[in-house]
């Protein structure tokens, strides 16, 4: 009716609303410029070493509940293409809590707490109810090395710009970032499956995400990289926060050292099964 009466404006009011922080600088990078990059990355490494604290969280979404375990130290070890050990310890005794080790294709999980030894084959993706036992060194080692593309993969770059919250500054700002969908297209059809989306903060234009789906196209892995620091001359995010959405868990490591292409032999790569160990194949 105020629309009709012409009393519409006596209704109109204005209100102030925060203002998002611009950065001062913002990159510009073409979808081949972005690719060329991790490419060029991912040829470099060889090899990477790395001491973390680890602090697991089990997620019951459902629920509503979440048991956060007491955080850990963990080294690791990471060589071309897909070898990884990660060795865990309690952080003041150093008591071994685990020792997860990987040519690539096999892994050995030990847990000399509970006298116990799972193995299995990287590709098997996790069933057990226990979310520990779904811990496969593939994810681990994609959380730690962003991958270069492969001949087979198809690309394209969407750009947006999102506001997030600093706490901290107690003000909003605006974070204007690049997204790299990374697909391949299916046997004898036009559908494209989703393998992963990269997504880069346009201020460095450095990963600060990295999302991973299954075959069915739905989110696998969700991988988050805090802050990046410099490590002896290597530019390495200060936090990676892995979160596996449908085993409901996830890992938030703190980094404390990173050594880049030290040399690393295969021996480093297994593990020696102590005698009376239970011993469980996973699938």
Known sequence: MPMLTGCASLLVSKRRLPVPVAPAVVETASAEQLVTQLNDKWAKFESMTATVDIRASHLKSKEGIATDYPSIRANLLLRKPSALRILGKAP???????????????????????????????????TSPNWYENLRPGFLFDAMVVRGLAPDDLYSVTGETVTVEDAAKKQLLSRPDYDLNIMRRKSNSQ???????????????????????????????QIIYGPYQDFDGVKYPSTITLKRPQEEYQLVMTVERVTANPPLTDDQFQVKIPEGYTHQMLK
């Open 92 to 126: 003041i005794v150093q008591t071994v809590l685990f020792d997860l080790a990987s040519d690539g294709t096999r892994f050995t999980f030990i847990i000399p707490p509970r006298s116990k030894v799972y193995q299995g084959l990287n590709a098997d993706k996790g």
């Open 191 to 221: 559908e494209l499956s989703p393998i992963r989306v990269i997504h880069f903060q346009r201020v460095d234009l450095l990963p600060y995400e990295q999302d991973l789906y299954d075959d069915q196209g739905d989110l696998e892995t």
